[in-house]
């Protein structure tokens, strides 16, 4: 597992943003969009990479051999964002002052980040300027039904781990289009189990904004989901009372495919130390909030 960092050469102590993407295509987008954030807001960026699709979550515990359930996915980010807090003044970054991020695939893994009891102490911030469309989480059933399949199509022995080793990666990617063809989406996803207690969005959000502090955007901010999810956690934050309250710090119209740079730098330099009874006073609103695309200029 690798990572990319953006660090301003003089930060010290500065705040951290983990962004989590969902389009390996955009690569190079990504890389200037991350590099902007670093040097016009003075953050350090990182960019974890991850095992996706059937690298990332084929459910294998049919294997019987102690192998995983299927979110080796979620677990590089997991490790991703331990390494990170351990190592982050190693870049000018401040561990107690780190925003998970990121759009698509990427916003459910930070929603999770945020939410895990594992992650969650290591979380400040949680902003999705994109919002987040509709999770999938898979029973244990659907998931050993997708891995079935699977095999299936890829000739290989369910109960033999040894077949799956010595396949080309090009064949299990081709094999992967087509299980998705046939399904008409993608086939895989987050597996629930002990350590993964969500099942839907609501639910992810509500856990993260118990205790860190949230942005959520949107297309337009009327009746979108996204907005409609963060007017619901506000709602609900603060009838929590103050101990707890107070997690959806804004939520904000980003109305243009990764021109919410600005929004996104604000956030994440907001406000001071998390408080250790819940998140600090929301320091960001909307009124306060562009939506301009951000000039990165050039990047070498």
Same mark, same amino acid.
Do not use: K
């Given at each position: 597992?690798?990572?990319?960092?953006? &660090?301003?050469?003089?930060?010290?102590?500065?705040?951290?943003?983990?962004?989590?993407?969902? %389009?390996?295509?955009?690569?190079?987008?990504?890389?200037?969009?991350?590099?902007?954030?670093?040097?016009?807001?003075?953050?350090?960026?990182?960019?974890?990479?991850?095992?996706?699709?059937?690298?990332?979550?084929?459910?294998?515990?049919?294997?019987?051999?102690?192998?995983?359930?299927?979110?080796?996915?979620?677990?590089?980010?997991? %490790?991703?964002?331990?390494?990170?807090? *351990?190592?982050?003044?190693?870049?000018? @970054?401040?561990?107690?002052?780190?925003?998970? &991020?990121?759009?698509?695939?990427?916003?459910?893994?930070?929603?999770?980040?945020?939410?895990?009891?594992?992650?969650? $102490?290591?979380?400040?911030?949680?902003?999705? $300027?994109?919002?987040?469309? @509709?999770?999938?989480?898979?029973?244990?059933?659907?998931?050993?039904?997708?891995?079935? +399949?699977?095999?299936?199509?890829?000739?290989?022995?369910?109960?033999?781990? !040894?077949?799956?080793?010595?396949?080309? #990666?090009?064949?299990?990617?081709?094999? %992967?289009?087509?299980?998705?063809?046939?399904?008409?989406?993608?086939?895989?996803?987050?597996?629930?189990?002990?350590?993964? $207690?969500?099942?839907?969005?609501?639910?992810?959000?509500?856990?993260?904004? +118990?205790?860190?502090?949230?942005?959520?955007?949107?297309? =337009?901010?009327? %009746? &979108?989901?996204?907005? +409609?999810? !963060?007017?619901?956690?506000?709602?609900?934050?603060? &009838?929590?009372?103050?101990?707890?309250?107070?997690?959806? +710090?804004?939520?904000?119209? #980003? *109305?243009?495919?990764?021109?919410?740079?600005?929004?996104? @730098?604000?956030?994440?330099?907001?406000? !001071?130390?998390?408080?250790?009874?819940?998140?600090?006073? #929301?320091?960001?609103?909307?009124?306060?909030?562009?939506?301009?695309? =951000?000039?990165?200029?050039?990047?070498?």
């Amino acid at each position: 597992m690798t990572l990319d960092v953006w &660090s301003p050469a003089d930060l010290a102590d500065g705040p951290v943003l983990v962004w989590l993407d969902d %389009e390996p295509r955009a690569a190079r987008r990504a890389r200037r969009f991350c590099a902007g954030l670093a040097a016009e807001h003075g953050l350090v960026v990182v960019a974890p990479r991850r095992r996706r699709g059937a690298f990332g979550y084929l459910d294998l515990t049919a294997l019987r051999d102690g192998h995983g359930n299927g979110n080796f996915g979620l677990l590089d980010q997991l %490790e991703a964002l331990t390494w990170v807090a *351990t190592h982050a003044r190693a870049f000018g @970054g401040d561990p107690a002052a780190i925003t998970v &991020s990121g759009r698509g695939e990427g916003a459910h893994a930070a929603a999770l980040l945020a939410g895990l009891p594992r992650t969650n $102490p290591l979380v400040r911030r949680l902003a999705l $300027p994109e919002g987040m469309p @509709g999770a999938r989480v898979h029973t244990p059933s659907q998931a050993a039904r997708v891995a079935a +399949s699977f095999l299936g199509l890829l000739g290989a022995d369910p109960g033999g781990r !040894g077949d799956l080793r010595e396949l080309e #990666a090009a064949v299990i990617v081709r094999t %992967e289009t087509a299980l998705r063809r046939a399904e008409g989406r993608a086939p895989f996803g987050l597996v629930a189990h002990d350590d993964l $207690p969500f099942d839907d969005v609501a639910q992810m959000l509500d856990t993260a904004a +118990s205790s860190v502090e949230v942005m959520v955007g949107g297309g =337009v901010c009327g %009746e &979108s989901d996204a907005c +409609s999810i !963060g007017r619901n956690l506000r709602d609900r934050s603060g &009838s929590r009372g103050t101990d707890r309250g107070a997690g959806v +710090s804004a939520v904000v119209a #980003a *109305t243009t495919s990764w021109g919410y740079g600005g929004v996104l @730098g604000a956030f994440a330099r907001a406000g !001071g130390p998390r408080s250790a009874s819940g998140p600090a006073a #929301a320091r960001l609103h909307p009124a306060s909030v562009g939506t301009e695309p =951000v000039d990165l200029g050039v990047v070498r």
